[in-house]
């Protein structure tokens, strides 16, 4: 038998027969990781696997491949002090849904259990929008997909950058994006670290950020957004 203890972060638990659950966690140590929890739908375990919940967990298998079987003790449960701010629940369930579906499965990383950790600790403070959509161009960054704010794709001012190009991700100059203007986003000031954003560049960060996430995380397994991130952009349109 194998067997190792982490820290982590829950991403789902889906029902897996009559009892049981299969969690997906998202550990500081080993990466994205399956365990089978056992009883994991009785009355007295399901509150310890709420989306969003930072976890000490044991896990156990045979052989390393193997699904294995999770034990776990709740550490902090911020989905509960989440529970009526619709917006920042929505931002905590669409994190850990892209996590779910973008972070490598049993890599060793620890860069994407500290970044998702640092964003639910934010998701309680100010700015908490301005910051959900750093993190997001963040995980595009760190999987090889990141966008180009430092230049003009078109070699405008760099000084007068105001739109991002939906093709390549990267971003142009006022004058060099003015014929084009209609099919290019518009640049939100916070981006280029021109203070807090407000709502109305929050959503256009929103709509960024997805843009690509969708492109490039969900589109090649021919999935969509989860619908979450969907009421996500809604608080802020």
């Known amino acids: 038998?194998?067997?190792?203890?982490?820290?982590?972060?829950?991403?789902?638990?889906?029902?897996?027969?009559?009892?049981?659950l299969v969690a997906q966690v998202l550990t500081k140590e080993h990466g994205?990781?399956?365990?089978?929890?056992?009883?994991?739908?009785?009355?007295?375990?399901?509150?310890?696997?709420?989306?969003?919940?930072k976890l000490y967990v044991r896990w156990g298998g045979r052989l390393p491949e193997h699904l294995g079987?999770?034990?776990?003790?709740?550490l902090d449960n911020i989905s509960g002090r989440l529970f009526d701010e619709p917006g920042r629940l929505a931002a905590l369930l669409s994190a850990?849904?892209?996590?779910?579906?973008?972070?490598?499965?049993?890599?060793?990383?620890?860069?994407?259990?500290?970044?998702?950790s640092a964003l639910l600790e934010y998701l309680e403070g100010d700015f908490w929008g301005e910051?959900?959509?750093?993190?997001?161009?963040?995980?595009?960054?760190?999987?090889?997909?990141?966008?180009?704010?430092t230049a003009?794709?078109?070699?405008?001012?760099?000084?007068?950058?105001?739109?991002?190009?939906?093709?390549?991700?990267?971003?142009?100059s006022l004058a060099a994006g003015e014929p084009y203007k209609e099919k290019l986003f518009i640049l939100?000031?916070?981006?280029?670290g021109q203070g807090g954003g407000g709502t109305a560049e929050i959503a256009q960060g929103l709509k960024i950020s997805g843009h690509f996430i969708e492109r490039h995380l969900f589109h090649p397994d021919n999935k969509a957004l989860p619908s979450v991130r969907d009421r996500l952009l809604e608080n802020f349109l």
Not at 131 to 149: K, N, P, T
Not at 160 to 166: D, K, M, N
């Open 152 to 172: 003009c794709a078109g070699g405008g001012r760099n000084d007068q950058l105001a739109y991002i190009s939906p093709k390549s991700g990267r971003a142009v």
């Open 69 to 74: 079987h999770y034990d776990a003790e709740v």
């Open 188 to 192: 939100p000031h916070f981006l280029l």
């Open 131 to 149: 910051v959900y959509v750093r993190w997001e161009l963040a995980q595009l960054s760190a999987l090889g997909f990141g966008i180009d704010v």
């Open 32 to 53: 994205r990781h399956a365990g089978l929890v056992r009883g994991g739908l009785s009355q007295k375990k399901r509150p310890t696997f709420e989306p969003g919940n």
């Open 1 to 20: 038998m194998i067997h190792w203890e982490d820290e982590g972060i829950l991403l789902s638990a889906r029902p897996f027969g009559e009892n049981d």
């Open 96 to 116: 850990v849904s892209i996590c779910e579906q973008a972070v490598p499965e049993r890599e060793t990383n620890s860069s994407f259990f500290e970044g998702l």
